[in-house]
């Protein structure tokens, strides 16, 4: 089974006069030129298509009318193979980019955390955090496929307030757990993986202590860092010039341990020219900034025999 996973950067179907326009990989709120659009999400498909994965968890996917006009009108047309499972449930991003999952093999159970407070897993909430506010910014998508478990998640960004986000991002961390070690009580057998944007900046704040620290140490095992660490980035910030690696394979010890073998592979041939730190070649059609096929790079890895 080969898995991937990719920050679509704003997928959003938007309707114009009665046309269907796919917004492109830019943020909402930065203007950009939204001629280039078609171009982004043209790329976004080869990129998908060159890596070709099994299952695929996606984040920053508007909602599922979205997921499946970029499906049937950009993979089908590249020429991809269908996914017939598309799983794109409502969150709680105020902008709706919610977290989402494209699979070959049907899903054998899927559930939703949007709604899950502090009081529904017994914790303590921080000082001045409203408890019936709920804890994951989106979602922590729960997906079961055949023998393995996806939690696809995204964590709160590091802004505007990073002490904040921090506290958030802990938060999502602590529940991302509760919910891990309710759900399994087999550690030598049991097959998880959380994936997805944990959006943990190199420099997290808060005494330089990692937010998803609860989740990264003697819980899973992160898999990126079968990467050597100069080659572990997959973001790039143009408005600092800095490299990150907010994208994480984060799995359980028995699956780590039945693939000891197994590498990340990070796909940056979307990303635009001005990541000067890829020397690779790009898809056709990327540009400086844009067109691209997002600001993240794409991460597969392989799991033989399933």
Same mark, same amino acid.
């Given at each position: &089974?080969?898995? =991937?996973?990719?920050?679509?950067?704003?997928?959003?179907?938007?309707?114009?006069?009665?046309?269907?326009?796919?917004?492109?990989?830019?943020?909402?709120?930065?203007?950009?030129?939204?001629?280039?659009?078609?171009?982004?999400?043209?790329?976004?498909?080869?990129?998908?298509? /060159?890596?070709?994965?099994?299952?695929?968890?996606?984040?920053?996917?508007?909602?599922? /009318?979205?997921?499946?006009?970029?499906?049937?009108?950009?993979?089908?047309?590249?020429? &991809?193979?269908?996914?017939?499972?598309?799983?794109?449930?409502?969150?709680? @991003?105020?902008?709706?980019?919610?977290?989402?999952?494209?699979? *070959? #093999?049907?899903?054998?159970?899927?559930?939703?955390?949007?709604?899950?407070?502090?009081? @529904?897993?017994?914790? /303590?909430?921080?000082?001045?955090?409203? %408890?019936?506010?709920?804890?994951? *910014?989106?979602?922590?998508?729960?997906? +079961?496929?055949?023998?393995?478990?996806?939690?696809?998640?995204?964590?709160?960004?590091?802004?505007?307030?990073?002490?904040?986000?921090?506290?958030?991002?802990?938060?999502? +961390?602590? !529940?991302?757990?509760?919910?891990? /070690?309710?759900?399994?009580?087999?550690?030598?057998?049991?097959?998880?993986?959380? %994936?997805?944007?944990?959006?943990?900046?190199?420099?997290?704040?808060? $005494?330089?202590?990692?937010?998803?620290?609860?989740?990264?140490? $003697?819980?899973?095992? @992160?898999?990126?860092?079968?990467?050597? !660490?100069?080659?572990?980035?997959?973001?790039?910030?143009?408005?600092?010039?800095?490299?990150?690696?907010?994208?994480?394979?984060? !799995?359980?010890?028995?699956?780590?341990?039945?693939?000891?073998? !197994?590498?990340?592979?990070?796909? #940056?041939?979307?990303?635009?020219? $001005? +990541?000067?730190?890829?020397?690779?070649?790009?898809?056709?059609?990327?540009?400086?900034?844009?067109?691209? =096929?997002? @600001?993240?790079?794409?991460?597969?890895?392989?799991?033989?025999?399933?």
């Amino acid at each position: &089974m080969r898995i =991937a996973t990719l920050n679509m950067q704003n997928l959003k179907l938007e309707h114009d006069e009665g046309r269907e326009i796919l917004h492109g990989a830019r943020d909402s709120d930065v203007p950009e030129d939204a001629g280039l659009d078609t171009i982004d999400r043209s790329i976004t498909a080869q990129l998908l298509k /060159e890596i070709d994965a099994d299952v695929v968890a996606l984040q920053e996917v508007f909602d599922a /009318e979205s997921l499946d006009y970029f499906h049937d009108a950009y993979l089908l047309k590249a020429g &991809m193979r269908a996914y017939p499972s598309r799983i794109c449930l409502p969150g709680n @991003d105020g902008r709706g980019l919610d977290v989402a999952l494209l699979s *070959r #093999r049907p899903p054998d159970s899927v559930k939703s955390h949007a709604s899950l407070r502090l009081p @529904d897993i017994s914790m /303590e909430p921080p000082a001045g955090f409203n %408890i019936d506010v709920p804890i994951f *910014r989106r979602d922590c998508l729960m997906v +079961t496929i055949g023998q393995i478990t996806f939690l696809v998640c995204h964590f709160k960004s590091p802004y505007p307030d990073v002490e904040k986000a921090w506290i958030t991002r802990r938060l999502e +961390t602590l !529940a991302t757990r509760h919910i891990i /070690e309710a759900n399994f009580r087999e550690s030598e057998k049991d097959l998880w993986l959380i %994936i997805g944007d944990l959006n943990e900046p190199d420099k997290p704040g808060k $005494e330089e202590d990692r937010a998803i620290a609860p989740i990264e140490e $003697e819980f899973a095992v @992160d898999l990126m860092r079968r990467i050597p !660490a100069s080659e572990r980035w997959t973001y790039f910030d143009p408005g600092t010039s800095s490299y990150h690696c907010p994208d994480a394979l984060l !799995a359980s010890r028995a699956l780590a341990a039945r693939w000891p073998d !197994a590498k990340p592979v990070i796909v #940056r041939r979307g990303l635009g020219r $001005e +990541t000067s730190r890829f020397h690779g070649t790009r898809l056709d059609g990327v540009g400086t900034h844009r067109p691209h =096929a997002s @600001d993240h790079a794409a991460v597969f890895i392989d799991l033989d025999g399933l």
